[in-house]
């Protein structure tokens, strides 16, 4: 009785901490480009993007000139995500993943930890631009 309640509470614990590791897809809309950075132009802001993203250890594929692919790579798992921007902002959306337990709008919390550190540092590199 007392084995089969451990094993119960075992099994539920084992649950409860793997749904943590599942999130929704974080996707940035609408991110304000810091007003330092506004006077720059499209080139430069998606300049500034890929090299961050780049710093960062993405691979980037410039696909216009207000957007890049960027993919980031480690042990068997890739994070793709859409960055684009229009002078006033910028927004991050999914692409794709391998690996991250990707369906139904929910992802591994790996991609959105990877996606939310990228976006700050995107946002950090726009405020030290004259």
Known sequence: MIGSRIVVLFVALITLTSCHRIQPIYEVSGHPIPTASRNLNSDQITEAIIQTAQADGWLVDKTSATEVRATEKWKDHAAVVIISQDGK?????????????????????????????????????????P
């Open 89 to 129: 902002t910028f927004s991050m959306r999914n692409d794709g993943s391998t690996n991250l337990r990707q369906a139904n709008g929910n992802i591994h919390k790996a991609y959105n930890d990877r996606v939310r550190k990228l976006e700050s540092d995107i946002e950090r590199r726009l405020y030290r631009i």
